[in-house]
Each structure stands twice: as structure tokens, then as C-alpha cells.
């Protein structure tokens, strides 16, 4: 490391160190009317908190409206089969666009790619019912876990567990449908392209299923060597079904966001509060002073340090 390259690493925690220093000394010198009038200045500002809550329960409403509040409200035998069809067509429509906006570079509108066309018979004709089958499991579970959080809190074991739970399940539930879905598609093969060949075992491996499916514009293509050649199937549109249950997990991941910044806001408010409360006294003002003395210590030093450097450069 250079000697600019330390100055440069070291300058700004020091900057830092010094300025809340100085600041630090200079309010805790400063008289009390001065630290009331901050005080009640901090206990006005709600820190953004009102319009985080806002949006918490905003959300939390559509929801609850949309999905009802109790588990397998009946408005979900309706509510449930148009969120998925919405959220497929959606993936669909940003696989298309991107097809003929990114990766057709004379702009010419032609039939569909053979993936596509695949991939929509596919999901629309057996798939669908399986991402359905996976959203209703999945609302549940976010249903039980947004009512942990409301109970309990976001860093409550029983909402740490519940969300836990809820990952697992939807995780399991993705890879037991793709691998019946694979195992399915083989079956088929064999029995109409090489009915007297003795069909492979299918592996069960979810970390794998996970990471193939995470590409949306990319099928994943399996190949069977058979007694009458090399096939090639373009897999069911697997990445379809587990961007579905990511965007129903949405709500949740929404809601542990929005909690963790709210009770960041109130605990920033509750430390400064006590902060501020803090100075002015004996003690505060001395750990004040020797903080901003043993950083000014190292700015003299680096500043020095500098000097000699540019003598040397000079010479």
C-alpha cells in the first residue's frame, strides 16, 4: 500500500472521528438551554416512522383484501387463480420483450422461438395448476408468518421460526413438482421414442433445481441417450413456477423490511435522545475532549507524513 493509499483509507474515519468529536465537545459545552431545546428538537422528528408505518399497513391491507385474512378464505378460490395467471403472464411478456427487444437486434417481429412456444403449452397446460397448487401453500404460510410478526416482532423466535418454516416448505414444494414434472417428461420420451430401452433414474437434486431456475430467459435443455439416438427436451418452464412463489413471498419480505427500518428509526431516535441527554456532564465532556485530542493527534501525524512524503517527491 502506497503512502496516498493509506492516507486516503485512514483520512476518512479520522474525519469522521474528529467531526463527531468536535460536534460532541462543542454541544457538550455548550448550556443546558441549548441541549433542552435539541432534546425536544429530536423528540418532534418521528424519523420517517409514521410514513413507514403507513406503508406497512397499506400493504397489509391490500393483502388481507385481496387474499383475505383468515386462512383458505373462500375469495381465494378466485383471488389466488388470477394473481398466478397475472404474475405468469407478466414473466412470460419480460421473456418475450426480452427476445425481441435485447436479442433481436433488426427489430423484426417473427414467430415465437420454439422454447417460448414450448414453455407456454407447457405451463399453461400442466404447469399452472402446480404454481397454483404452490401460491395457496404459500399465502398460508405468509399469513401465519405476518401474524407472528404482529404478535411477536421481527426479531422474535416465533416469527425467526415461522419464517424459517415458510421458506423450506415453498422450497420443498418447487422441487418435489419440478423433479415429478422431470421424471414425467422422461417417462413420456421413452415410452413413445424408445419404448424397449430401460429408463434412467431421474436424480433428485433441489440445490440444482434452484439454480437452473433462477435464469428466466434460459430453458434448461436434457438430453437422453436412447438405443435410437440423442433427444434433447426443452424442460417445462420451471423458472416460471419459483418466480411466481418468489413474488408471493413478496408481501412478507416486504413487511420484514419496512419492520426492521422502523425499529431502526426508533432506536436512532432512542440513541440520540440518550446521547444528547448525556452531555454536558463531567464525564461525557472529558471522554469528549480526549477523543477529539487523540484524533487530532493522528491528523498532525498524517498531516506530517504528507510533508515528508512531498519533500521526497520534490527531491
Not at 441541549?35 to 393483502?63: C, E, H, P, V, Y
Request: proline fraction near 4%; include cysteine.
Amino acid at each position: 500500500m502506497t503512502l496516498t493509499d493509506f492516507i486516503a483509507v485512514v483520512s476518512v474515519p479520522l474525519s469522521l472521528l474528529a467531526g463527531g468529536a468536535g460536534i460532541f465537545v462543542g454541544i457538550g459545552l455548550s448550556n443546558k438551554e441549548e441541549r433542552l431545546k435539541t432534546i425536544k428538537g429530536l423528540q418532534a422528528k418521528d424519523f420517517g416512522q409514521k410514513k413507514i408505518q403507513f406503508a406497512i399497513n397499506t400493504w397489509s391491507n391490500i393483502f388481507e383484501s385481496f387474499f383475505g385474512s383468515r386462512y383458505l378464505s373462500r375469495r381465494q378460490l378466485l383471488s389466488i387463480p388470477v394473481y398466478t395467471v397475472v404474475m405468469s403472464i407478466v414473466f412470460f411478456a419480460t421473456w418475450i420483450a426480452w427476445i425481441y427487444l435485447l436479442q433481436n437486434p433488426e427489430h423484426k417481429l417473427g414467430p415465437l422461438p420454439i422454447a417460448v412456444s414450448l414453455a407456454l403449452s407447457d405451463f399453461y397446460g400442466q404447469g399452472i395448476l402446480a404454481c397454483i397448487v404452490t401460491d395457496v401453500i404459500a399465502i398460508q404460510l405468509t399469513k401465519f408468518s405476518l401474524r407472528r410478526l404482529n404478535e411477536s416482532g421481527l426479531f422474535s423466535a416465533g416469527f425467526v421460526i415461522s419464517y424459517l418454516i415458510n421458506l423450506v416448505v415453498c422450497f420443498f414444494i418447487f422441487t418435489v413438482i419440478v423433479f415429478m414434472f422431470r421424471v414425467e417428461d422422461m417417462v413420456r420420451l421413452y415410452i413413445q421414442a424408445a419404448p424397449h430401452d430401460p429408463m434412467p433414474v431421474v436424480p433428485y437434486t433441489p440445490f440444482d433445481y434452484i439454480g437452473s431456475s433462477i435464469d428466466l430467459f434460459h430453458l434448461e435443455t436434457t438430453i437422453y441417450a436412447t438405443s435410437r439416438g440423442w433427444f434433447s427436451m426443452y424442460f417445462m418452464p420451471q423458472s416460471v413456477i419459483l418466480y411466481c412463489a418468489i413474488a408471493t413471498q413478496s408481501t412478507l419480505l416486504f413487511m420484514i423490511v419496512a419492520s426492521g427500518l422502523f425499529q431502526a428509526a426508533q432506536l436512532s431516535k432512542t440513541f440520540l435522545l440518550s446521547v444528547v441527554r448525556g452531555m454536558g456532564t463531567p464525564r461525557t465532556n472529558a471522554n469528549g475532549v480526549v477523543v477529539f485530542f487523540v484524533a487530532s493527534l493522528f491528523a498532525i501525524s498524517i498531516c506530517f507524513m504528507v510533508i515528508v512524503w512531498l519533500v521526497k517527491e520534490i527531491l
